[in-house]
């Protein structure tokens, strides 16, 4: 039987021995699984990827909507100005 009931809970433990969190630990056996054996793990790099774009989106997003409150706010500052 194994020491511990889960896999997270297993390098939980061992990230704590060597100075990482879980989530770091865990992200390292998964490329050092696909680095293994490519063909079993071929969607991971896929996976990471789409998270890895998923994340640009949504700052590409938050930028946006930035940049159109300010241009907003400057049009409406050009607008004001001009009819002083």
């Known amino acids: ?11 939980g ?3 704590g021995k060597i100075g990482c969190t879980t989530e ?3 992200s390292w ?3 050092a699984e696909a680095t293994a054996d490519p063909h079993r793990n071929a969607g991971l790099a896929d996976r990471e ?20 409150k300010a241009s907003a706010f400057f ?3 050009e607008l004001d ?3 002083k």
């Open 1 to 11: 039987m194994h020491e511990y009931p889960t896999r997270w809970e297993a390098m």
């Open 13 to 15: 433990s061992i990230a």
């Open 24 to 26: 770091t630990l865990r």
């Open 29 to 31: 056996v998964l490329k």
């Open 49 to 68: 990827r789409v998270k890895q774009l998923e994340r640009e989106n949504a700052e590409l997003k938050r930028a946006n909507e930035i940049l159109r």
């Open 75 to 77: 049009a409406q500052a």
């Open 81 to 83: 100005r001009r009819g």
